[in-house]
C-alpha cells in the first residue's frame, strides 16, 4: 500500500491531505470518515483519524507517531553520471534505504548533470517521494547539492562512521568489512562515474580513512553500482 505524505501540520497538530493525494485516499485505498489511516511527514510515520473527508478536503485529527526501530544511516556519495542515469539511480536507492544522496564532482564526473540537478530539483524530489511511498517508506531521502570529492572527504573527517567506496580490484569484500563493523548505525559509501575515480583520486579516498571494497570482477554501470552496493549495506548491516 503507497504511503501518504502531509505538508506540516496545522497549528492544531491536525494533518491536512494535500490536493494529489484525495483521489487515492477515496477511490483507490476507499476510506471513510472515521476510518484509521498511516502518513507521514517525511521523517516518521503518524496513526490517525479521518475526522474530516469532504470532496476537496481531508483532515487527520491529531495524528500520534508510531514507534520504529532504529534505523542504518546510510550516504550514497555518487560522483556525476548521465541526467537519465542520475534519476534512476535516485529513485532505486530510496528502496534500498539510502539517507542522503550526496552527488559528487569527480574528475570524472560528467558536469553537464550539475545544471541538470540544480534545475530539476523540484522533479527530482517529486520521484523520491513517489518511490518512498511505493515502497513504503516513511523517512524521505535527502537530495543535496553537488559538491567536489575534496569538499566531501573534508566533511567526512572525524565522523564515527563505516566508510567505504568500491573500485573494480577493492581491497575487501563486503563480508570481511561486516564481520569487523557488525554494529555499525551509519555508513558512507563513494562510487565513482562512470570509468572510476582516478588513480590519484583513489590514493586521496584511501588516505581520507575509505575502506576500498570490490563486488568481483564483473564490470558494472555506476548506477548499477550504487544500487547493488546500497542494497547489499543495507541487508547486511541494517538490524
Not at 500520534?64 to 544511516?73: A, D, F, G, V, W
Not at 564526473?109 to 511511498?133: C, D, G, N, T
Not at 583513489?202 to 571494497?213: M, V, Y
Amino acid at each position: 500500500m503507497k504511503l501518504i505524505f502531509v505538508p506540516p501540520f496545522d497549528e492544531n497538530g491536525d494533518a491536512h491531505i494535500a490536493q494529489k493525494d484525495i483521489h487515492h485516499i477515496k477511490n483507490v485505498l476507499r476510506k471513510e470518515k472515521g476510518d484509521s489511516i498511516v502518513i507521514s511527514d517525511g521523517k516518521k510515520s503518524y496513526s490517525g483519524i479521518i475526522s474530516t473527508m469532504k470532496e476537496n478536503e481531508i483532515i487527520i485529527s491529531q495524528p500520534t507517531p508510531l514507534q520504529k526501530k532504529r534505523s542504518l544511516e546510510i550516504t550514497l556519495a555518487h560522483s556525476l553520471i548521465k541526467a537519465p542515469n542520475i534519476e534512476l539511480s535516485l529513485s532505486k536507492v530510496v528502496e534500498t534505504g539510502v539517507t542522503l544522496y550526496q552527488p559528487i564532482i569527480s574528475e570524472r564526473s560528467y558536469m553537464k548533470s550539475v545544471e541538470f540537478i540544480q534545475k530539476k530539483q523540484e522533479r527530482l524530489l517529486r520521484k523520491i517521494e513517489e518511490s518512498s511511498k511505493q515502497c513504503g517508506r516513511s523517512n524521505l531521502m535527502e537530495l543535496a547539492t553537488p559538491i567536489s570529492l575534496k569538499e566531501f572527504l573534508i566533511k567526512e573527517e572525524n565522523k564515527n562512521r563505516l566508510n567505504l567506496f568500491l573500485e573494480i580490484n577493492g581491497e575487501n569484500n563486503f563480508r570481511k568489512i561486516v564481520d569487523k563493523k557488525i554494529n555499525v548505525s551509519s555508513v558512507s559509501v563513494l562510487i565513482g562515474p562512470e570509468g572510476g575515480f582516478s588513480p590519484q583520486e583513489e590514493q586521496t579516498i584511501k588516505e581520507a580513512g575509505f575502506f576500498s571494497i570490490s563486488l568481483g570482477k564483473q564490470l558494472l554501470r555506476s548506477e548499477t553500482a550504487a544500487i547493488v552496493t546500497t542494497g547489499i549495506i543495507q541487508a547486511l548491516l541494517d538490524n
